[in-house]
DNA sequence: CATGAATGAGATTTCATTCAT
DNA sequence: GATGAATGAAATCTCATTCAT
């Protein structure tokens, strides 16, 4: 076989794998995570059964490849909301609003994202953990930015902080989709506004 | 018939109903919340399929009746670490550290109080209203407690402040299960180091 | 035991057997013949299931109760529609209007003289053959009457003539069931227009 | 795929959907149409549950594809019986001598063609409603053809008779099943007799 | 490579009937 | 007589995965 031919076949297995995980996006969308199954993976992609087993080795491996599509987008927003900001501590607190837009407008990503590990008994991949390390490196950034310019306290560990941050504001996030109508209710606060006080609370906390 | 015979038999049926549940439970140690199914949970109470149907009008009864047992076991867990302690500052610490606690004794019962809404799509029942109530009111007045004696900022809302804080947990401790491997191998911190830093941040954010 | 209160008990049994197939009918008529189960049947009665097994020794034997009581109804609205009418053959006319109306309001019963023998693998037994007897009786003597004043051919058999009215009109009454959309969509009639002109068709085929 | 293979797969899946059919007409004839079940279609078909779920949709399509083949068995009983008759009115006759023969030898085809819609509360779809329009439209126009040789009455609908016919024929047939021992104990007639005499009877009331 | 028929375990739920109390 | 807990077979349907073609 020429070597052309070898690259040309290599391009079109790589376009069926993804024509495969963006069928399953679509799925998830309409049905959620434990709604999607192989057979309507494969007849919105438009292949067999058998096909989709070609490209991955189980279900499980085709939710691995959305997460990571998912996390890849969520970089998107940190970036989409951060890079554009001047002020440092600013860009701390866009960190949270990119992800609350996130939450709001990828809801199927964002579930992947926060639950990933918890729904799945298997370990992260190595490509898994990549878009992990590219995440946190990102956050941890930027937090490392504004303590280089003396806005945060010395003793934050910016590592460390941008975990913390993520688990927050993930846990956040769920107990706002849960509980919203009691947030409505009993305080009189919109989701938005309960996010509001909740950045601001939690900047507040590192800054000097 | 007579009412010592309708009081045993109302005490046998309790009786079962807990049994029932006990089995639930176990299951779910052993195979996680999805996969419990009625056939594991009448084979492991060692009773027939229908019996379940008996005590239990569906599946998703079961899991409403674990979670109450779940969210009454949390407030135990806050009431056992909290109420001996004496300052009010440290018994906010107390209960981040209750649900620490309570997470890495009680998985199951973690699971089931973190995840019980996202996972079912249902609504709460009275019960089920009730034992979150119960939490949300203990926690309201811990807070509560601090503020009237001036130890934490008069523009919280305790009851607002209450739920930050277990969404934040939540989360965190869901972070905490998910990358305890490079939080170790990056920051050289144990869990337990990581959640004291986490607790001591954020409760220092409402202390004056 | 005295004798009195043997009798006592007998009407006592007597009265549950009817408050049981009451309840039968009540489930019947809200959920279908093939909703009805011992259970919901219990439950109407406000008795215990076991109960239900004193007085009936099968659901079977249920269902067979009340087929007699559905064919006990329709003897009623024979004698209603046909009693207070004096000229003979609108007496015949009226037998397939009595049973007209007994299908219009009376669903429940009119499916189960219609089709118990369907429904049902049993034989009949004594009392439902009786109860069968008496309406195949009260129609010949009908017909008889006309036959006699000779309004009818006299190489009519009543009997057997009452048989085939009989077969006829149910079979009628099961098709302007099903098909009543299309009765009226390609034919323009009402579902009481094309009865009549049934009836009108098989009265005229027997008389002088 | 070669052509021949798509080909040859296309009648294999058809045979196995014909065998499906064939295995439930078997079971149906057995256990009745209420004691059919998946399980025992399966079980009868040699092959695994899941797999008739490859070939019908649900219980109700399977019923469905019977009483087409159902339909279509009875029109072609009216075919044999009805086109070899030149006597307009022998033809009329023979419609129901057709539906005599096929309520004889196809019991179950005959449970079906009438009872569908009785028994399943669904809609006909467009291959049902095509099988049931083809038979409409046969004896329709066998009734039409003896009009317009002036044999029956002019005001006479074709369409709503056969309407007419056919339920009566039913509903006698069935009463002919339950009572055929009355039949022949009080009244002397075979079933066979007692029919024509119906039939007689029937297209005398109709004929000028 | 691609296909999709086949599998068969397993899911939830119902229900007539029995039987110890 | 009365109770209702217990049974367990049976029902319908789903679905990840395999494999012959």
Redesign the interface.
């Known amino acids: 076989m020429k070597p052309e031919t070898a690259q040309k076949k290599e391009i079109a297995k790589e376009a069926k794998y993804i024509a495969i995980l963006n069928a399953a996006e679509k799925v998830i969308k309409k049905d959620g995570l434990?709604g999607m199954s192989i057979n309507k993976v494969a007849r919105a992609a438009k292949i067999a059964k058998g096909t989709v087993y070609i490209y991955f080795d189980s279900k499980e491996e085709i939710i691995a490849g959305l997460t990571i599509r998912a996390r890849r987008t969520l970089l998107e927003y940190f970036k989409k909301y951060c890079d554009r900001e001047k002020d440092p501590i600013d860009k701390i607190k866009n960190i949270f609003w990119a992800d609350y837009h996130f939450y709001k407008e990828q809801k199927t990503y964002h579930e992947l994202v926060?639950?990933y590990?918890?729904?799945t008994?298997l370990q992260e991949t190595k490509d898994l953990a990549m878009s992990?390390f590219e995440i946190?490196t990102y956050v941890k950034e930027i937090i490392e930015d504004a303590k280089s310019k003396k806005l945060i306290r010395k003793d934050i560990?910016s590592?460390?902080q941008g975990?913390?941050f993520?688990?927050?504001?993930?846990?956040?996030?769920?107990?706002?989709?849960?509980?919203k109508g009691q947030?409505k209710k009993?305080?009189g606060?919109s989701t938005k506004e309960?996010f509001a006080?909740?950045v601001e609370?939690?900047v507040?906390?590192?800054t000097i």
């Open positions: 434990s926060a639950f590990e918890q729904k008994g992990s946190s560990d590592g460390l975990f913390i993520w688990g927050m504001t993930v846990g956040i996030l769920q107990i706002i989709d849960t509980k947030l009993y305080f606060k309960f006080y909740f609370n939690s507040a906390s590192i």
